[in-house]
């Protein structure tokens, strides 16, 4: 807050101070390399996995109202569907989102065709203010997708969304929000599927989800085994 420009993680954590670089590099090829591989002594995956993770869940089956085609959904659509699915997202929900791209995927017989997945499935808009600040707003813990990054991929341009000039702006824009401005958490390349279609079957949506991360002593991510609970 005080007008000066510097690297900071969730919660002013900072850059060099709390979380270090495995491989120190003064002159990176991108800003986003600046910290390849690094090691955090704050807001490493390990002290998550002290206490482990566990608490309710909601899924919101994306898949079930769209074509497979690759789209962006914003705040817009994604109320329009938690609606007619009678979705309600309470504080501290892990919110599971259901896309159709594990299905995809595991379909190929592990002989994937990316010029196929690129052009598959839906992501959030990370470019919508509205769809942050709901995120911000009713204070879910986790977003959690069947996607390789819950947004879509690369992220709708500022000029395509109506701006008149392209400002200095994130990459991963969803990544940003969440991990960076309000630290909740992320989950990539889920297979939430066969949950879906069993959640929708049984007109639920709710379930106990149980997913502890590995103790990995200064990590900032982690695999999973997650186990829903219904």
């Given at each position: 807050?005080?007008?000066?420009?510097q690297a900071l993680?969730y919660?002013?954590?900072k850059?060099?101070v709390?979380?270090?670089?495995?491989?120190k590099d003064?002159?990176?090829?991108?800003?986003?390399a600046r910290?390849p591989?690094p090691?955090a002594d704050a807001?490493?995956?390990?002290?998550?996995?002290?206490?482990?993770?566990?608490?309710?869940?909601?899924?919101i089956?994306l898949?079930?109202h769209?074509?497979?085609?690759?789209?962006a959904v914003?705040?817009e659509?994604l109320?329009?569907?938690?609606?007619?699915?009678?979705v309600?997202?309470?504080?501290?929900d892990?919110v599971?989102?259901r896309?159709g791209?594990?299905t995809a995927l595991l379909?190929?017989n592990k002989q994937p065709?990316i010029?196929h997945?690129?052009?598959?499935?839906?992501?959030?808009?990370?470019?919508d203010?509205r769809?942050?600040?709901?995120?911000?707003e009713?204070r879910?813990?986790c977003?959690?997708?069947d996607?390789?990054?819950?947004?879509?991929?690369?992220a709708?341009?500022?000029?395509s969304?109506?701006?008149s000039?392209k400002p200095?702006q994130a990459k991963?824009?969803l990544h940003?929000?969440?991990?960076?401005k309000n630290g909740?958490?992320?989950?990539?390349?889920?297979l939430l599927?066969?949950?879906a279609?069993w959640?929708?079957?049984?007109?639920r949506n709710?379930?106990?989800?149980t997913?502890p991360?590995?103790?990995?002593t200064?990590?900032v991510?982690?695999?999973?085994?997650?186990i829903a609970?219904?």
């Amino acid at each position: 807050g005080d007008g000066m420009a510097q690297a900071l993680f969730y919660n002013g954590f900072k850059a060099g101070v709390d979380i270090h670089p495995a491989i120190k590099d003064e002159n990176p090829m991108a800003d986003w390399a600046r910290y390849p591989n690094p090691h955090a002594d704050a807001l490493n995956v390990a002290n998550m996995a002290a206490h482990g993770l566990q608490g309710r869940a909601v899924m919101i089956d994306l898949a079930a109202h769209t074509n497979g085609k690759r789209a962006a959904v914003g705040y817009e659509q994604l109320m329009r569907i938690m609606a007619v699915d009678k979705v309600n997202v309470e504080e501290g929900d892990m919110v599971c989102l259901r896309t159709g791209f594990d299905t995809a995927l595991l379909a190929m017989n592990k002989q994937p065709d990316i010029h196929h997945l690129e052009q598959m499935c839906v992501g959030l808009n990370g470019r919508d203010e509205r769809l942050l600040n709901w995120i911000t707003e009713v204070r879910l813990s986790c977003l959690i997708s069947d996607n390789p990054a819950v947004e879509l991929l690369p992220a709708p341009s500022l000029l395509s969304q109506g701006s008149s000039h392209k400002p200095l702006q994130a990459k991963l824009p969803l990544h940003e929000h969440c991990l960076f401005k309000n630290g909740i958490h992320l989950g990539e390349l889920w297979l939430l599927s066969p949950l879906a279609d069993w959640l929708r079957a049984e007109q639920r949506n709710r379930f106990l989800l149980t997913a502890p991360p590995l103790r990995l002593t200064g990590a900032v991510g982690s695999p999973v085994t997650p186990i829903a609970t219904v």
